[in-house]
């Protein structure tokens, strides 16, 4: 039975471009708000912040891996 191997740096990657993607949703969505296309309802609003917690956190987490 083969298993796949573990190749080390994969997972911290994976997290970095992830953390750096929260990041992008998060500007995009600030710039949303900045220029008014729609208004921060409280599920925008929301999103917004959890992207901001995610990035950090998912960067945090890919250096820790490394």
Request: proline share 6%.
């Amino acid at each position: 039975m083969n298993t796949p191997r573990k190749v080390p740096g994969h997972a911290a990657l994976y997290l970095r471009w992830l953390g750096i993607l929260c990041a992008v949703m998060a500007a995009f969505c600030a710039g949303v708000f900045l220029i008014g296309y729609q208004g921060p309802t409280f599920g925008r609003v929301a999103t917004f912040v959890a992207l901001c917690v995610a990035s950090p956190v998912l960067l945090w987490l890919s250096r820790r891996l490394r």
